[in-house]
T-cell receptor, first 113, second 115 residues
Framework: GENVEQHPSTLSVQEGDSAVIKCTYS??????FPWYKQELGKGPQLIID?????GEKKDQRIAVTLNKTAKHFSLHITETQPEDSAVYFC????????????FGAGTQVVVTP | EPEVTQTPSHQVTQMGQEVILRCVPI?????FYWYRQILGQKVEFLVS????????KSEIFDDQFSVERPDGSNFTLKIRSTKLEDSAMYFC?????????????FGEGSRLTVL
């Protein structure tokens, strides 16, 4: 089955700097890659997603890149702010398994002022 | 903004007891899911549900688990005879389209503690 690895497990950045989180996946049938942000006491919230027919997607300070050949995708947050502090999860989903997201282990991001 | 709501937020139960976790998905959504997260581990898929039947389930979702949509608004997860290892945060999610835009909206979770 699909296995998603996520690195790093924790990331501390100065406010205004960039943060990068990397994930790899194993199943070449995966075609949808969302990123979720989870704040303390809340459920995961989708912040950006990318499909396998696209190499990069950007939404304001957040961008995601996908390398299908290498089976890895990354989340980039620029100009980080204290409110970006949270746990971030990557996930992957197969074409034929619309409800089943396979999650990475999560990255605790701490943005220090 | 519409949201998925879950009750209870925290439940403590004795091993062997039955537990029902409740979810109210977003009103126009047609697809429903349960995930769980054991402390310190990954978020894991349990089951997906559409048109009043299970679409897919993981190997975790064995005979002690069941799901139901008893009325037009609630979606429930029942654990028949809880074990210590069922202690986890259980997340309900819903989505409007299968496959399409594909966004799953998650609730805030129900923390289950089995003693």
């Amino acid at each position: 089955g699909e296995n998603v690895e996520q690195h790093p497990s924790t990331l501390s950045v100065q406010e205004g700097d960039s943060a990068v989180i990397k994930c790899t996946y194993s199943d070449s049938a995966s075609n949808y890659f969302p990123w979720y942000k989870q704040e303390l006491g809340k459920g995961p919230q989708l912040i950006i997603d990318i499909r396998s027919n696209v190499g990069e997607k950007k939404d304001q300070r957040i961008a995601v890149t996908l390398n299908k050949t290498a089976k890895h995708f990354s989340l980039h947050i620029t100009e980080t702010q204290p409110e970006d502090s949270a746990v971030y999860f990557c996930a992957a989903r197969r074409t034929d398994s619309w409800g089943k997201l396979q999650f990475g282990a999560g990255t605790q991001v701490v943005v220090t002022p | 903004e519409p949201e998925v709501t879950q009750t209870p937020s925290h439940q403590v139960t004795q091993m062997g007891q039955e537990v029902i976790l409740r979810c109210v998905p977003i009103s126009n959504h047609l697809y429903f899911y349960w995930y769980r997260q054991i402390l310190g581990q990954k978020v894991e898929f349990l089951v997906s549900f559409y048109n009043n039947e299970i679409s897919e389930k993981s190997e975790i979702f064995d005979d002690q688990f069941s799901v139901e949509r008893p009325d037009g608004s609630n979606f429930t997860l029942k654990i028949r005879s809880t074990k210590l290892e069922d202690s986890a945060m259980y997340f309900c999610a819903s989505s409007e389209l299968a496959g399409g835009p594909g966004e799953l909206f998650f609730g805030e979770g129900s923390r289950l503690t089995v003693l």
